[in-house]
């Protein structure tokens, strides 16, 4: 069946295992049998720690097999078992242990993804990275975090904004516009040179900041990644991510969202799709879950919500889904994501809630290597548990996929959609004989 696309998307999160362990094999990394840590460089305790291997010598004994297995478990969730501990745990874990192995060669992800979404019959993929914004001087870094802390303790909102005025020029004037346009230089060359887009796939990219950084180099991140989104045609929004049931992302995350509502006054044409109510009750204070997904949309202008798990439990649910149908702001469904991290499927998922309200979805896989899955399986999993989505209503989900991109090429969309239509009448002449 043709997918679409897959909107909610990281790349770090999407590149399977295989691929790390291949690019710690060509380069001979070395491993410490003991701790399961893998490194290029020479390790400087070599001499006193004796578990230290290279990747070639275990591989000549016939000994790398068991230890490429301990890789597949400790960084994805292959035969993950409740014994081992929390599931969003492991889950979030899994990014510090397999970033030592990534290719810096950011062409040869982008193609591996390229090349599985096409024979998967996936046309366009949303793909998250992270950006940082590089300097600032950190005394006075420090002095932004208490002075921004001090107003979210008052929930003082003009107090706020003569803090994020200061702060904005304070990173304009230190390299903020530098680093976001070498970014979409260096993104556009490696687009454009690969030939990431023809005419079976197109990607596009959403700037990404971490929640659990101190607020001032939150700001710092968001000033490069608005800049970034505003001057290149091939980034399309600014997302948060990081586990939000943490104390920092719960604590400072009026103050997260306050800082968008004051970057949207800036750039008004950017269009962001937010991670917001990835919780669930028993993870976070039942108070904490009725908040989040409202003023992700109500201050921070969210086009897209990411998640939208704690939807029954928002203040006002109601209101809510009828202000997302109203206003169109789809709401991204990942259901093994959610079923793994949250341990939300079947009935206790708002999907049907959703649903039932008019509320535009998109289905899509959240993070596919870390969870060993794929788009099609997330629409398998759809037609299983929910019954009630009959096939023209999952058409339209995979239709929604492109209408709720934030491709800003109208062009470019109607014709993604041209052929999306296309491909569902050989679909359908195969399947039901039309």
């Known amino acids: 069946m043709p997918k679409g696309g897959d909107l909610h998307h990281h790349y770090d999160g999407s590149i399977y295992t295989e691929t790390f362990i291949e690019y710690a094999i060509k380069n001979d990394f070395w491993l410490n049998i003991n701790t399961l840590i893998i490194q290029k460089e020479r390790p400087i305790d070599l001499q ?23 890789f597949l478990e ?18 979030f874990s899994t990014f510090d242990g397999f970033m030592p192995a990534k ?100 990607l596009r990219y959403q700037n990404a900041i971490l929640r659990l950084k101190q607020p001032a180099e939150v700001f710092g991140d968001l000033v490069v990644c608005y800049l970034s989104d505003q001057s290149s045609p091939l980034v399309n929004g600014v997302n948060i991510v990081g586990q939000e049931d943490q104390e920092v ?3 400072d995350y009026w103050l997260h969202m306050q800082m968008y509502k004051y970057l949207n006054n800036k750039f008004p044409k950017t269009k962001n799709a937010l991670h917001a109510g990835e ?13 989040h997904i409202n003023e992700a ?32 702001i789809a709401v991204e469904i990942n259901l093994k ?64 996929s492109i209408r709720f991109s934030f491709i800003e090429d109208e062009s470019l969309k109607t014709s993604i959609l041209k052929k999306l239509e296309n491909d569902f009448l050989e679909f359908e002449k195969i399947v039901f004989g039309k």
């Open 297 to 328: 949309i109500s201050v921070a202008n969210a086009r897209r919500i990411g998640h939208g798990i704690d939807l029954p439990f928002e203040k006002d649910a109601f209101s809510l889904l009828k202000k997302m149908k109203e206003e169109q």
């Open 337 to 400: 994501s959610n079923e793994f991290i949250l341990n939300v499927k079947n009935d206790e998922h708002p999907i049907s809630l959703y649903h039932q309200h008019g509320v535009p979805m998109v289905i899509s896989t959240d993070d596919a290597g870390v969870l060993r899955t794929n788009l099609t399986e997330q629409y398998v999993l759809l037609a299983k548990r929910y019954p009630e989505f009959s096939y023209s209503e999952i058409k339209q989900l995979v239709f929604n």
């Open 48 to 70: 006193k720690d004796k578990n230290w291997r290279k990747i070639s010598d275990l591989i000549q004994k016939y000994q790398f097999e068991f230890y490429k297995q301990k």
């Open 249 to 251: 992302s719960m604590k």
């Open 103 to 202: 290719d810096p060669n950011l062409a040869t992800g982008l193609l591996e993804l390229k090349e599985r979404a096409i024979k998967e019959n996936v046309s366009y993929i949303e793909t998250m990275f992270l950006l940082f914004f590089k300097g600032g001087d950190a005394q006075k870094m420090q002095a932004f975090n208490q002075s921004l802390k001090n107003a979210q303790q008052n929930k003082d909102e003009q107090t706020l904004k003569t803090i994020l005025d200061e702060m904005y020029a304070y990173f304009n004037a230190n390299g903020a516009q530098k680093q976001a346009q070498k970014y979409n230089e260096d993104l556009q060359r490696i687009h454009t040179s690969n030939a990431i887009d023809n005419e079976k796939f197109t």
């Open 279 to 291: 919780l669930t009750l028993g993870l976070v204070k039942p108070e904490e879950l009725t908040w």
């Open 74 to 91: 400790l960084w994805s969730s292959k035969d993950f078992h409740p014994s081992k501990g929390p599931s969003d745990d492991h889950f």
